[in-house]
């Protein structure tokens, strides 16, 4: 079993920034692949970006430019650094890690455009 906690989200004005962090526990030795994805309200979840444990990484177009993933595999803790968030990118932010088959997903975190 894996536990995600992510933290960070907030209210934000147009172009501005942000810096998520979700941080694993448990059977973190089994995680091979970590990222987020996110959920506008009446939206599918899509990804956002996703990083390997070697540090490969894999970004939607509209992230890119913009917003970087990182990850420190000593901390078990993957980063999201959002840069000129755009209104449309208002949405719940959901970390989630792959162990082996199986896939874990945080509770989320909360991105809100204030203008």
Known sequence: QVHLVESGGGL??????????????????????????????????????SITRVGNTNSADSA?????ISRDNAKN????????????????????????LVRYWGQGTQVTDSS
Request: with cysteine.
């Open 77 to 100: 803790t993957v980063f999201l650094q959002m840069n000129g968030l755009r209104p449309e990118e208002t949405a719940g932010y959901y970390c989630h890690c792959n162990s082996g």
């Open 64 to 68: 890119k430019g913009r917003i970087t």
């Open 12 to 49: 934000v004005q147009p172009g501005g920034s942000l810096r998520l962090s979700c941080a694993a526990s448990g059977n973190t030795l089994s995680i091979n692949s970590m990222g987020w994805y996110r959920q506008a309200p009446g939206k599918e979840r899509e990804l956002v970006a």
